[in-house]
């Protein structure tokens, strides 16, 4: 039986991995989460392979608590998330550096084999190239939230070095799924389509994305688990279509027969890079299908009963 401790398992990504991992009769689980974006109502069903802890991990004491249990595989997911909630509270975003610390610090004094954890393509900051590279592409950190990755990505590689704790980094890029809050830009948009109301975009939309649904996801960072692929390494997770801001937009309105207008405003003073572009082909090697495209992504969210 492998025990393993899912921080951030409420949320959209860590909730939908907690789905996948109980897949596997082999695998139980401890789910903590301090609940300030994530929700209750995304875990699974009640089970006795899996239990939920209120903990906020940026708190010596909560993790040292959690940490009673002994876990073979630690996936770390806790932050704090979103553009415009992390501009507005920077303070509470570099309080994250601790939750990092205090995860690895009780998993090399007990029996953790592995830690996964949840990077950024915000590390890159305006990237120098496009598409980003694992190794290649420069680190050009500017907001604190990337600033925090950033950080974190080098306590990984140095706990390693020095602990033997072995890692893997997942740089998600921009992930979406029937279960993120609406303060995302799919979903916040995906709403007001829905509801025939105005669309706002920052700036003229021209900012350039791509878009990975949350199933493709989950995928591949569990075939980096199950398959001992990417340790000690840095994978970037993500699309590889790239979207203007204002074609999502279109797109949604479009596949919601929505009379939205786009309505534009000045653009963000930081924090809204103008492109982003995984290189994902060590994603794409652990894959043994096509990403899910875009459209057929939005589809499914329409369809879903958070959206209905």
Same mark, same amino acid.
């Given at each position: 039986?492998?025990?393993?401790?899912?921080?951030?398992?409420?949320?959209?990504?860590?909730?939908?991995?907690?789905? =996948?991992?109980? *897949?596997?009769?082999?695998?139980?689980?401890?789910?903590?989460?301090?609940?300030?974006? =994530?929700?209750?109502?995304?875990?699974? @069903?009640?089970?006795?392979?899996? %239990?939920?802890? !209120?903990?906020?991990?940026?708190?010596?004491?909560?993790?040292?608590?959690?940490?009673? @249990?002994?876990?073979?595989?630690?996936?770390?997911?806790?932050?704090?998330?979103?553009?415009?909630?992390?501009?507005?509270?920077?303070?509470?975003?570099?309080?994250?550096? !601790? =939750?990092?610390?205090?995860?690895?610090?009780?998993?090399?004094?007990?029996? /953790?084999?592995? /830690?996964?954890?949840?990077?950024?393509?915000?590390?890159?900051?305006? $990237?120098? !190239?496009? $598409?980003?590279?694992?190794?290649?592409?420069?680190?050009?950190?500017?907001?604190?939230?990337?600033?925090?990755?950033?950080?974190?990505?080098?306590?990984?590689?140095?706990?390693?070095?020095?602990?033997?704790?072995?890692?893997?980094?997942? %740089?998600?890029?921009?992930?979406?799924?029937?279960?993120?809050?609406? &303060?995302?830009?799919?979903? *916040?948009?995906?709403?007001?389509?829905?509801?025939?109301?105005?669309?706002?975009?920052?700036? &003229?939309?021209?900012?350039? %994305?791509?878009?990975?649904? /949350?199933? #493709?996801? /989950?995928?591949?960072?569990?075939?980096?688990?199950? !398959?001992?692929?990417?340790?000690?390494?840095?994978?970037?997770?993500?699309?590889?279509?790239?979207?203007?801001?204002?074609?999502?937009?279109?797109?949604?309105? &479009?596949?919601?027969?929505?009379?939205?207008?786009?309505?534009?405003?000045?653009?963000?003073? #930081?924090?809204?890079?103008?492109? %982003?572009? $995984?290189?994902?082909?060590?994603?794409?090697?652990?894959?043994?299908?096509?990403?899910?495209?875009?459209? @057929? =992504?939005?589809?499914?969210?329409? &369809?879903?009963?958070?959206?209905?």
């Amino acid at each position: 039986m492998r025990r393993i401790l899912v921080t951030g398992g409420a949320g959209n990504i860590g909730s939908a991995l907690v789905s =996948g991992l109980l *897949k596997d009769p082999e695998n139980q689980g401890t789910i903590a989460d301090n609940l300030i974006t =994530g929700n209750l109502n995304k875990l699974p @069903e009640p089970s006795n392979r899996w %239990r939920f802890v !209120e903990c906020d991990v940026n708190e010596p004491n909560e993790v040292n608590s959690l940490f009673r @249990e002994n876990f073979d595989y630690v996936f770390h997911y806790a932050a704090l998330v979103g553009v415009e909630r992390t501009q507005t509270n920077p303070l509470m975003v570099l309080q994250d550096i !601790e =939750g990092i610390k205090n995860i690895l610090n009780n998993s090399k004094q007990s029996s /953790v084999k592995r /830690v996964f954890f949840s990077s950024s393509s915000e590390v890159n900051g305006e $990237p120098v !190239e496009i $598409p980003q590279h694992e190794e290649r592409t420069p680190l050009n950190s500017r907001v604190p939230y990337a600033v925090v990755k950033n950080v974190a990505e080098s306590f990984f590689k140095t706990y390693q070095q020095v602990f033997d704790l072995d890692f893997t980094i997942f %740089r998600f890029f921009n992930t979406y799924g029937p279960d993120q809050s609406e &303060d995302f830009v799919i979903s *916040k948009f995906l709403k007001a389509a829905k509801n025939n109301e105005d669309i706002t975009i920052y700036g &003229d939309g021209s900012q350039s %994305r791509t878009f990975c649904f /949350v199933d #493709d996801n /989950v995928e591949a960072c569990l075939k980096a688990f199950y !398959e001992d692929e990417y340790v000690n390494d840095i994978i970037n997770v993500g699309g590889d279509k790239i979207y203007t801001i204002k074609e999502l937009a279109e797109l949604i309105i &479009d596949l919601c027969n929505s009379s939205s207008k786009l309505v534009y405003l000045p653009p963000l003073d #930081d924090g809204d890079m103008t492109r %982003r572009q $995984p290189d994902n082909s060590k994603m794409k090697a652990l894959l043994d299908h096509p990403l899910i495209s875009l459209e @057929e =992504g939005v589809r499914r969210m329409i &369809d879903h009963p958070n959206f209905n």
